[in-house]
């Protein structure tokens, strides 16, 4: 069975840098063809996919936000980490953590951690 | 970048046939996924490569697509069927793309 959870701040001020962890299990990132991506959604709104990490450490990045976003991996720990870089207010979402396959579709989703940005 | 169009809404009876649309220049050479998303819970895969089910998903969810368009249903829609679903697909500039999302009324 796999499950993903993600953690970090709820609260953050305009400008700073958000640091989310996802710790998963029932799956390796050393296993040819998975991937661990993250997708947010703001209050009311779609879902926007934001960045996602290989078991081969090729990252990929949403072309809107590519210049603030860094994903990285600790197959270790069985952790996936995401920054973003200079938070705004517009940034206010629910982030989500999930598996997938290749460029599959998204099969297994954490339940998601609402970061807020307010000054 | 590529995008996928969804109605912002629907709304059916009890027992009727919902189907929900997603448009997508040349969607139906690429491989369409649904997700269903009930008030306060995470997204859940109910078809993926266009018309494949998920374990555990009930048979009344299928799924088609072809030339720009890609069709969820679910015949016979129940009561728990309410919630918002969306498409999305994979494109080789813009990777994952979802939809604006569909809200599914049943009543």
């Known amino acids: 069975q796999i499950t993903l959870k993600e953690s970090g701040p709820t609260l953050m001020k305009p400008t700073q840098t958000l640091t989310l962890t996802c710790t998963f299990s029932?799956?390796?990132?050393?296993?040819?063809?998975?991937?661990v991506g993250w997708i947010r959604q703001p209050p009311g709104k779609a879902l926007q996919w934001l960045a996602l990490i290989y078991w081969d450490d090729d990252a990929r990045y949403s072309p809107s936000l590519k210049t603030r976003l860094t994903v990285t991996k600790d197959t270790s720990k069985n952790l996936v980490v995401l920054t973003m870089t200079n938070m705004d207010p517009l940034d206010t979402a629910t982030y989500y953590c999930?598996?997938?396959?290749?460029?599959?579709?998204?099969?297994?989703w954490g339940q998601g951690t609402l970061v807020t940005v307010s000054s | 970048s590529y995008e996928l169009t969804q109605p912002p809404s629907l709304s059916v009876s009890p027992g009727q046939t919902a189907s929900i649309t997603c448009s997508g220049d040349k969607l139906g050479s690429k491989n369409a996924a649904w997700y269903q998303q009930k008030p306060g819970q995470s997204p859940v895969l109910v078809i993926y490569?266009?018309?494949k089910r998920p374990s555990g998903i009930p048979e009344r969810f299928s799924g088609s697509n072809s030339g720009d368009t890609a069709t969820l249903t679910i015949s016979g829609a129940q009561a728990m069927d309410e919630a918002d679903y969306y498409c999305q697909t994979w494109d080789i500039g813009t990777e994952w793309v979802f939809g604006g999302g569909t809200k599914l009324t049943v009543l």
């Open positions: 999930a598996h997938t396959m290749g460029s599959g579709p998204f099969d297994s």
């Open positions: 029932g799956f390796s990132l050393t296993t040819g063809g998975v991937g």
């Open positions: 490569q266009d018309s």
